[in-house]
């Protein structure tokens, strides 16, 4: 029976695509048939809320590709942020970026072969640094699970702050754009499950370094 307009049924797969055009309670059936006939309409009530009434905090999602240790984002940053490599400005490209001030929220997924994989983390850490070596400027380690099997994913909350951090800002002061790229590397444990048994209990593992542009706040 009709779908919400914007809606498309595919009679050759049975799946429902596409994006409503507005929101409200919706019924519709549908009906399975063959050379016997048709069955008894199957009735189903979707309900489709405005955009406006989604909630208002956004996160960061990023994944990190078990085989190569990359670590990419769903919605790559815009805006650019220069680096000095052995005295010479370089133009990089951030992830994403963070502000002094802020907490940020992360959502983290690990990904073999281009599929979600569902991972007991012992452990999960982010942590931020101006170059290396260096004192880190933020370390992340607080974090739950979220979800299981292809949907599983990993939340943390940033702290963009501390001593060491406005040092870096400080270092990177500029009457409008006070803003550097941080070096940034995921790091986890989870407990070895190998069969047969062999090596540690606890695997250690990190991501290859990342870029993530830090900015100066003006409302502190």
Known sequence: SPLPTGLVFDTATGQIS???????VYEFALVAGNGDGASTPEVFTAGIEATT??????AVDLSVDLATGEVS???????????LVAGAPVDVKPLFWLKRGDVRMLHVRFLKGGIVADIDLATLKLTLKAYE????????????????????????????????L??????????????????AELEWTQENILEPTYGPEEL?????????????????
């Open 73 to 83: 984002a769903e919605t790559p940053a815009l805006r650019g942020v220069t680096r």
């Open 204 to 220: 250690r593992s990190s991501s290859l370094n990342f870029d993530v542009g830090v900015a100066r706040d003006l409302t502190a």
């Open 53 to 58: 009434a989604l909630p208002s905090i956004d």
């Open 18 to 24: 596409g994006a409503a055009t507005f929101p409200g």
């Open 166 to 183: 406005n040092g870096a800002l400080g270092n990177a002061e500029d009457d409008f754009d006070t803003a550097f790229a941080a070096v």
């Open 133 to 164: 070596p260096e004192t880190a400027l933020v370390a992340s380690t607080t974090f739950i699970r979220c979800d299981t099997g292809a949907n599983t994913f990993y939340r943390m909350a940033v702290t963009v702050a501390g001593n060491a």
